[in-house]
């Protein structure tokens, strides 16, 4: 079981190292995903169910989505004003 713990608290720590020196930001939105399912993991390891959904919810959750629909929309205005531009 140590192990085990020994093993997510490392993936964390390459978690946050990966989204910090990644460029691509669809590439981060997935590393943060990943971290906040295994951080609700160790919540359920530490025995708190409460914070554990709470962060599968939200962390990965609803962030993601917000995040992911967010980049949609950045790219769709920027589609938008090129094509302004090239018909000028």
Known sequence: ???F???LLGFLVFCA??????????SAVVIFMSY???MS?????????DLA??????G???TSVIFLLVIKRINTM?????????KK
């Not at 190292?17 to 669809?26: E, N, Y």
């Not at 920027?78 to 090239?86: F, V």
């Open 1 to 3: 079981m140590v192990f």
């Open 5 to 7: 713990q020994i093993l």
């Open 17 to 26: 190292l990966a989204v910090s020196f990644t460029k691509r930001i669809i």
């Open 36 to 38: 906040s399912i295994v």
């Open 41 to 49: 993991i160790i919540w359920l390891m530490l025995e708190s169910p």
């Open 53 to 58: 959904l709470t962060e599968a919810a939200v």
């Open 60 to 62: 990965a959750g609803i």
């Open 78 to 86: 920027e589609e938008a004003r090129s094509n302004a531009r090239g």
